[in-house]
Structures are given as structure tokens and as C-alpha cells.
């Protein structure tokens, strides 16, 4: 069975760092574009950050705080986060998606993990 596994979440104080983990099963994904969003309660899902053969893109509110990366040998994806601020409270998704073109859209992606809560308190 091909699976997402989110892991990491949790609270923490603003100016804290996370690292979240996002393990695949079922296949390799290393020609696969990865991608990390996140859904705060009545907003939509915002993608987040997305890594690719020889590509990385982030959403600008996270560049120079968050950093994805990738270790295909363990078919794992992470997101560390540094300089956490309140706003970035939200359940992130780990997702993947079958084309080495990261996109931003939510609707790219082909598979998705369960979640897993990160929230920031001032």
C-alpha cells in the first residue's frame, strides 16, 4: 500500500523550531515532486514548500525560516522549521506528487498524508 506518514507536529513557542517528517512507503518517490502545505482552521490549503530533482520553492512568507529536504536512500521528506511565529499554526500535509515539476496547487498532487498539527503560541 502506497502511503504518506506525517510526523513531528506539536507546540512550541514563537521564535521555537520543528522538524517535521514525512515518510513514504510503498514505492520510491525520488523521481516524485514532494511537497509540504498547510491548513489553518477556515482557510484553504497553502502550499508551503515543494522540492524536486535539482529544484526547491518555498512560499515567501517561509523563505530564509523553513528549509525542505530529502533523503531518497529513506524514501524521507522533511520541513525544518526555524523562527516559528504564530501564524504558522496549522495542520501540515506532506504530499507527492507523479512529476518531477513542482506545482502549487493542491490539486497537482496525487497523494497525500493524514497531517499533523503544529501550533505556534506568542
Known amino acids: 500500500q502506497v502511503q504518506l506518514v506525517e510526523s513531528g507536529g506539536g507546540l512550541v513557542q514563537a521564535g521555537g523550531s520543528l522538524r517535521l517528517s514525512c515518510a513514504a512507503s510503498?514505492?520510491?518517490?525520488?523521481?516524485?515532486?514532494m511537497g509540504w502545505f498547510r491548513q489553518a482552521p477556515g482557510k484553504e490549503r497553502e502550499f508551503v514548500a515543494g522540492?524536486?530533482?535539482?529544484?526547491?520553492v518555498y512560499v515567501d512568507s517561509v523563505k530564509g525560516r523553513f528549509t525542505i529536504s530529502r533523503d531518497n536512500a529513506k524514501n524521507t521528506v522533511y520541513l525544518q522549521m526555524n523562527s516559528l511565529k504564530p501564524e504558522d499554526t496549522a495542520v501540515y500535509y506532506c504530499?507527492?506528487?507523479?512529476?518531477?515539476?513542482?506545482?502549487?496547487?493542491?490539486?497537482?498532487?496525487?497523494?497525500w498524508g493524514q497531517g499533523t498539527q503544529v501550533t505556534v503560541s506568542s
Open positions: 504530499a507527492a506528487r507523479r512529476s518531477p515539476i513542482i506545482g502549487r496547487n493542491p490539486a497537482a498532487y496525487d497523494l
Open positions: 510503498g514505492r520510491t518517490f525520488s523521481s516524485y515532486a
Open positions: 522540492r524536486s530533482v535539482g529544484s526547491t
